[in-house]
């Protein structure tokens, strides 16, 4: 059984999912598999294939097995691709949370990335066999037309079971939490497209599971005009967060995004050097 199994989710933008796996792929200290969860074309899992310099393989319900050697004779490792037939970001990365063996779950989006090799492996020494949450920081990068070279953000991440019922002050591609909190609380919430990571954490506070800090900022979270936080969604998003309300009976919550909690954060001097 590998330590982690890492879900990358993508839709139609291979050069993005490069980036992602590349960053994945250099981990070390943590044995973990990968699991792609194609929402689109299937170019993202062919791109991922090519990337782990295997062949394709047959399509099987959806699903491509693949593992394969790497140039030098080591064993990269174990990957699995799913092409989802468009159902949607949240069912893709539940299909992947079906097939995940590893002990850790950790969730990459295509468009982010990790920047050191050790980012699983601080989050393994904090999760330390528990069955708990372990989230580190970041920086939010803004990327796309009219975006400069070095245009980012910092981000601290922190959150506990009352912190976490105010705002989402989790960037969900830099936490790794216990698979086995998937067979006690469920899989993610698919009604629920722009919160679903939000609901997550609320029912594990609600469980009282601990929410642990690991050390590092290695997590870069892509923030761009065509993401889901765009302001052509803001109706969606704010229906949909009456919605997170109701279900966790949450008070005073307002519509913002992690941009936003970051200006908060550098106004209040809370946000990481």
């Given amino acids: 059984m590998p330590l982690f199994t890492i879900i990358i989710p993508t839709k139609d933008r291979p050069q993005m ?50 593992s394969s050697a790497g140039t030098s004779g080591e064993r990269l490792p174990r990957l699995t691709t799913i092409v989802t037939g468009r159902l949607g970001q949240v069912p893709a990365r539940n299909m992947a949370l079906r097939e995940a063996r590893g002990r850790y779950i ?48 910092p981000f601290r991440s922190y959150a506990d079971h009352e912190t976490i019922r105010r705002d989402n002050t989790l960037l969900v591609s830099g936490l790794a939490y216990a698979r086995d909190l998937h067979e006690a609380h469920g899989l993610l919430d698919e009604a629920l497209p722009h919160y679903w990571d939000w609901d997550w954490y609320l029912r594990l506070a609600a469980a009282k599971v601990p929410f642990v800090a690991a050390p590092g900022e290695g997590v870069r979270i892509s923030t761009r005009v065509d993401s889901v936080s765009a302001p052509a969604n803001e109706a969606a998003r704010a229906a949909e967060l009456a919605r997170l309300c109701a279900k966790h009976r949450l008070e005073g919550v307002t519509l913002k995004n992690h941009a936003v909690i970051a200006l908060e954060q550098q106004r209040a001097g809370r946000a990481p050097r």
């Fill in 17 to 66: 999912l490069a980036r992602a796996l590349r960053s994945a792929l250099a981990q070390r200290g943590a044995e973990f598999e990968l699991i792609v969860a194609d929402d689109g074309s299937g170019d993202g899992a062919a791109a991922a294939q090519a990337l782990a310099g295997a062949n394709p393989s047959p399509q099987v319900g959806g699903k491509r097995l693949v």
């Fill in 106 to 153: 950790a969730l990459l989006d295509d468009d982010d990335w990790w920047t050191g090799p050790d980012h699983l492996a601080a989050l393994a020494a904090a999760l330390d066999d528990r069955p708990c949450l372990a989230y580190t920081s970041g920086r939010l990068v803004r990327e796309g037309p009219g975006a400069a070279d070095d245009d980012w953000v």
